[in-house]
């Protein structure tokens, strides 16, 4: 397949898809009925399902997707790793643990919204950290690191506020939210995260020529004029945006930025720039296939589209280990 072709075609599998998302689910409302109760109001259940049910679910799995895929591929290129994805610098982990201290608090009740601006918090710390790191002569390792070091106390606070819970149903609806998922969301979720998306998903993509200088060598690099430190804040606040919106209103959905630019090199030129749309589009289509799917795995308990990642994520993660040990034998 021709490189350029590929974001066009996966292009079409997304807008396919998201037409899909919109036909399927435990209510007999067919895509057709469905948009004429938009357009005419003469159906006002099946309108109501759409527009607060099926649209919502449908923008947010597009943008989310879309997200994960772009910033997989961005990070996999200035990291020149194999195994980055979009969760390796925090910002998921924080995000996590913003919402789940919002639940401990008793402060989700309190209002609509009280849950993803907990979550922006909690990754607007995250982002504060690596901005300081980064105003220094920070080099990818030491974001990796600092990373890590985010993600594992996030992780480590998030089970002490499980454990010293007082109330058995805060702790399930944590552990509920932590699985990922996009079923009952609102208009208003994709009001709220959708345009930090698209801010973090543009300011991802205008790294793309500065990541195919970097395949070369960071001493080329910067021969050819990038400046590493103005890349890496990019890149920073650009996945932060986008990751850190998508985490807020629909918990932690792991592997799709880790897959899907693995699976997609192979159709491009592999610069790193040409993969950038490519995987956007690639995680958008993943994302809403998994969606798709959970409304008909278990019907009467709808599965959480996060578990579906992992379980397609997790062994080809696991693949990768393997051979990338393979390799350097």
Same mark, same amino acid.
């Given at each position: 397949?021709?490189?350029?072709?590929?974001?066009?075609?996966?292009?079409?599998?997304?807008?396919?898809?998201?037409?899909?998302?919109?036909?399927?689910?435990? $209510?007999?409302?067919?895509?057709?009925?469905? *948009?004429?109760?938009?357009?005419?109001?003469?159906?006002?259940?099946?309108?109501?399902?759409?527009?607060?049910?099926?649209?919502?679910?449908?923008?947010?799995?597009?943008?989310?997707?879309?997200?994960?895929?772009?910033?997989?591929?961005?990070?996999? !290129?200035?990291?020149?790793?194999?195994?980055? #994805?979009? !969760?390796? =610098?925090?910002?998921?982990?924080?995000?996590? +643990? !913003? &919402? %789940? %201290?919002?639940?401990?608090?008793?402060? &989700?009740?309190? +209002?609509?919204?009280?849950?993803? @601006?907990?979550?922006?918090?909690?990754?607007?710390?995250?982002?504060? +950290?690596?901005?300081?790191?980064?105003?220094? /002569?920070?080099?990818?390792?030491?974001?990796?690191?600092?990373? %890590?070091?985010?993600?594992?106390?996030?992780?480590?606070?998030?089970?002490?506020?499980?454990?010293?819970?007082?109330?058995? +149903?805060?702790?399930?609806?944590? *552990?509920?939210?932590?699985?990922?998922?996009?079923?009952?969301?609102?208009?208003?979720?994709?009001?709220?995260?959708?345009?930090?998306?698209?801010? !973090?998903?543009? *300011?991802?993509?205008?790294?793309?020529?500065?990541?195919?200088?970097?395949?070369?060598? #960071?001493?080329?690099?910067?021969?050819?004029?990038?400046?590493?430190? /103005?890349?890496?804040?990019?890149?920073?606040?650009?996945?932060?945006?986008?990751?850190?919106?998508?985490? @807020? %209103?629909?918990? $932690?959905?792991?592997?799709?930025?880790?897959?899907?630019?693995?699976?997609?090199?192979?159709?491009?030129?592999?610069?790193?720039?040409?993969?950038?749309? @490519?995987?956007?589009?690639?995680?958008?289509?993943?994302?809403?296939? @998994?969606?798709?799917?959970?409304?008909?795995?278990?019907?009467?308990?709808?599965?959480?589209?996060?578990?579906?990642?992992?379980? =397609?994520?997790?062994?080809?993660?696991?693949?990768?280990? *393997?051979?990338? /040990?393979?390799?350097?034998?």
């Amino acid at each position: 397949m021709n490189p350029r072709f590929a974001p066009i075609v996966l292009a079409l599998a997304t807008a396919a898809l998201f037409m899909a998302s919109l036909a399927f689910g435990a $209510a007999p409302v067919g895509l057709a009925r469905g *948009i004429a109760a938009l357009i005419t109001g003469d159906d006002p259940v099946a309108a109501v399902i759409m527009r607060e049910i099926r649209i919502p679910r449908a923008l947010l799995g597009l943008g989310i997707g879309f997200s994960l895929g772009l910033c997989g591929a961005a990070l996999q !290129g200035f990291l020149r790793n194999p195994l980055a #994805e979009p !969760g390796l =610098i925090g910002v998921s982990g924080a995000a996590s +643990f !913003g &919402a %789940v %201290v919002v639940f401990y608090s008793g402060i &989700a009740g309190a +209002f609509a919204l009280a849950v993803p @601006a907990g979550a922006l918090a909690g990754a607007a710390f995250a982002v504060l +950290f690596l901005l300081a790191l980064s105003f220094g /002569r920070a080099s990818p390792m030491t974001l990796i690191l600092a990373g %890590v070091a985010v993600t594992s106390l996030s992780g480590a606070l998030t089970a002490l506020a499980l454990n010293l819970s007082p109330n058995p +149903f805060a702790a399930y609806e944590v *552990i509920f939210w932590l699985l990922g998922s996009l079923k009952d969301r609102s208009m208003t979720d994709v009001a709220v995260a959708l345009p930090l998306m698209a801010a !973090g998903c543009v *300011i991802v993509v205008l790294t793309g020529r500065a990541l195919d200088a970097l395949s070369l060598g #960071e001493d080329a690099a910067s021969t050819l004029g990038i400046d590493l430190r /103005r890349v890496s804040l990019l890149l920073v606040v650009g996945v932060a945006l986008a990751v850190g919106a998508g985490t @807020a %209103v629909s918990g $932690a959905i792991g592997f799709v930025g880790l897959v899907v630019p693995h699976l997609l090199r192979p159709f491009t030129d592999r610069r790193p720039s040409t993969l950038l749309l @490519a995987s956007g589009f690639g995680g958008a289509t993943l994302l809403l296939a @998994a969606d798709i799917a959970v409304r008909f795995i278990v019907p009467d308990r709808e599965l959480n589209v996060g578990v579906v990642t992992a379980l =397609i994520g997790a062994p080809f993660f696991l693949w990768l280990v *393997i051979r990338s /040990r393979r390799e350097l034998t």
